[in-house]
Structure formats: C-alpha cells, structure tokens
C-alpha cells in the first residue's frame, strides 16, 4: 500500500507518519545489477498543511545490497535523508493528485531516494579491484581471443590516416 496523507485529517491538526513501507511500493527499477534494494524503507514522517500546499518533513532510510563495482565484494550502502523536507503544491500548474482526500507521497519519495543511488557502490574509497591475473606468454591459453600487435589486421590499421 502506497504512503498517503489524507487531507482532511490535516484540516484539523499535524499528522505524524511512521512506518515500514515495503520496497515494492517504491516502484524502483535500480537498472544497475551492482544495485538491489534491501529491506522495507523507514521512515518518520510529520505532515502539515499550508494554504495551498502539503509540507511534510522527516527522515527515510532505505538499505542497499551493493556490489563493488572493482571487486565485486557485497556491499551494504544506507541511503539516509535526515533531514528530508518535501513542499507539495495542491493548486496550480505543479499540483500534486488527490484522490479521495488523499496525497500519494510515494512519487516525491521515489524521487530523492533514487538521486541518493550511488553511480559505484564500492567497498572502500581505495578498493584495488580484482587480484591481477598472471600474464602468460604470448600464444598461451590466457592470450586466447587478444589480438597481436604484430598480426596483420593491426598492421593493415595502423596504415590508416585520420
């Protein structure tokens, strides 16, 4: 189930949200197989109502299974906005949907959640990436599919003028 705030509960008084909500609800496709989303998002939320806008402040904290983009070590990565202000506008060209009273905050949590996805999980700052594999001889099984440099596709290349 979606996060929402009802309006008309806002009328009267603050609404304070706190919770678990499930990953699913998120509707995040990382599109990055070094990223998968890990247990339910936390957050602890305040809702308030404005003239014409909702402002809800807060915390989220959602936790990552990474892989290190050098050694492909599994990573945990927390996502923590701390503190997280959202303005939603109700009126006007920018207006968020109601429906039934209601104000999804799932979208807006979406988005700055996925503007916090790191571009490469990495382990440490100065991980050095996979051990060095031992170089074999040249025509050895470890040079398999290399081209040489001297073969004559290369030399045939190196003629070209740009």
Known sequence: ????????????????LAG????????????????????????NLEAQMLEDSLLVEGSLR?????DCVR??????????????????????????????????????????????FPQHPLCKADCQGLPAMKQGKPGNASSIGQPKMGSPAWVELNKLKF
């Open 1 to 16: 189930m979606p996060l929402k705030v009802n309006l008309r509960h806002l009328e009267a008084h603050e609404a304070r």
């Open 20 to 43: 678990e909500l499930p990953v699913g609800e998120l509707d995040i496709d990382p599109r990055d197989e070094a990223i998968r989303l890990g247990p339910p998002l936390e957050y």
């Open 62 to 66: 959602l936790e990552l299974q990474c």
């Open 71 to 116: 050694c492909l070590k599994p990573v945990q990565y927390q996502i923590e906005l701390d503190p997280w202000t959202c303005h939603l506008p109700l009126k006007g060209e920018e207006a968020v949907p109601v429906i039934n009273d209601c104000v999804d905050l799932t979208p807006p949590i979406r988005e700055d959640i996925l503007l916090e």
